[in-house]
């Protein structure tokens, strides 16, 4: 299973970004995807997640009503759309599948992760 995850850069603060996912390798529309982040010196912590038809969704209450999570299972790729974004939006991002088919938060879930793509909001 590989996971590639694109789409960061450097943005200013109050712009946006969509990060996107795409998955091989395996059954896309069969798993549940996560997005997570890892800031520099910090743990890496959970952002959003989406099931795996996509009815139902999770976020970590700082990005609630900024963020919005969303997959194409036709083209085995999930997104995270990112708006009003915030210096504290800085951080390395991070795909995941986990194989229970639920918008899980628990990191220790999701068995697969891609490589990460960077994200820098300047203030």
């Known amino acids: 299973v590989q996971l590639q995850a694109f789409g960061g850069g450097l943005v200013q603060a109050g712009g946006s970004l969509r990060l996107s996912c795409t998955a091989s390798?395996?059954?896309?529309?069969?798993?549940?995807m996560g997005w997570f982040r890892q800031a520099p010196g910090k743990e890496r912590e959970f952002v959003a997640a989406?099931?795996?038809?996509?009815?139902?969704?999770n976020y970590v209450d700082s990005v609630k009503g900024r963020f919005t999570i969303s997959r194409d299972n036709a083209k085995n790729t999930a997104y995270l759309q990112m708006n009003s974004l915030k210096p504290e939006d800085t951080a390395v991002y991070y795909c995941?599948?986990?194989?229970?088919?639920?918008?899980?938060?628990?990191?220790?879930?999701?068995?697969?992760w891609g490589q990460g793509t960077e994200v820098t909001v300047s203030s």
């Open positions: 390798g395996r059954t896309f529309s069969r798993y549940a």
């Open positions: 989406i099931s795996w038809v996509g009815g139902s969704t």
């Open positions: 995941a599948t986990n194989p229970y088919g639920l918008a899980l938060k628990e990191l220790g879930r999701y068995d697969y």
